[in-house]
């Protein structure tokens, strides 16, 4: 099903990789920055560097929590984390016109993802067993999702967060940014030991043919953008859309060469 809404992505700014090692390090160079909107980069850049250092306080508060050492995760992100923002419009719709998918149910690839959504915005729901429940935003507050790479950590204690965005509808358009903060594409998130209370709670890693998660982020993430930009893919990368690459979780999908 068709996601609506618009969206600018705006990626770790560096350099491309011209002799890639790994399929994933496509995903990795410089942006295009609108020459329409010269403030863009400045007010962008300097936002990704507060939810970053958010984001780290909140990893080395989970290791705490899970009782491990507080830079058990610090290794995954000292060489060129992996971080994303986006800025998002969902358009608003009538109700009768469509079938209100915003962003269909997912789960975000990677470890946190922090997320502003405008006040007084709805439409954002969490799966919770076979219920969504709407999460709505609380003034001066951002919403943490857990990603796939901390349910592999701990062996399934915490779970990816099942998520989705339903579209507005009426007049007002809905505005929201995530921040993604992950390892470098080609870091591996250690399994953690974790004490007996909480090893007994772990669920295992979700066992799902159709979204095979893995350790090493930028597999995950490649994972994650063939499935659900699969005619930009195609259109830009017809080899890794072709033959067993397509087989979501086949070793030459993940793993190329």
């Not at 909140?58 to 986006?86: G, N």
């Not at 690839?109 to 915005?121: F, M, S």
């Not at 339903?166 to 594409?185: C, E, K, Q, W, Y």
């Amino acid at each position: 099903r068709q996601d609506w809404r618009e969206q600018i992505d705006i990626g770790a700014e560096r350099p491309a990789i011209m002799q890639p090692d790994h399929a994933w390090d496509i995903l990795e160079g410089p942006n295009q920055w609108p020459a329409a909107l010269p403030e863009l980069r400045d007010v962008t850049e300097r936002w990704q560097e507060q939810m970053a250092a958010i984001a780290r306080r909140l990893l080395h508060a989970w290791a705490a929590a899970l009782e491990q050492e507080e830079t058990v995760f610090d290794a995954a992100f000292v060489t060129s984390p992996s971080t994303l923002l986006k800025l998002i419009r969902y358009p608003a719709v009538a109700p009768d016109t469509r079938d209100g998918q915003g962003v269909g149910a997912h789960k975000d690839p990677g470890v946190l993802t922090l997320l502003w959504i405008e006040p007084g915005a709805g439409g954002l729901e969490v799966q919770r067993d076979s219920a969504w429940i709407e999460a709505r935003p609380v003034p001066g507050t951002l919403v943490v999702n857990t990603g796939e790479l901390l349910e592999w950590a701990t062996d399934g204690y915490l779970r990816a967060t099942v998520h989705r965005v339903l579209s507005p509808t009426g007049t007002h358009d809905r505005i929201s940014v995530p921040f993604f903060f992950n390892p470098a594409l080609n870091a591996r998130i250690p399994r953690l030991e974790l004490p007996a209370s909480l090893r007994r709670a772990a669920r295992g890693v979700e066992d799902d043919p159709r979204n095979v998660i893995t350790d090493c982020f930028g597999a995950n993430l490649l994972k994650a953008r063939l499935r659900a930009h699969p005619d930009v893919a195609a259109r830009h990368h017809p080899d890794l859309v072709t033959s067993n690459r397509t087989q979501p979780g086949t070793k030459k999908a993940i793993w190329p060469g």
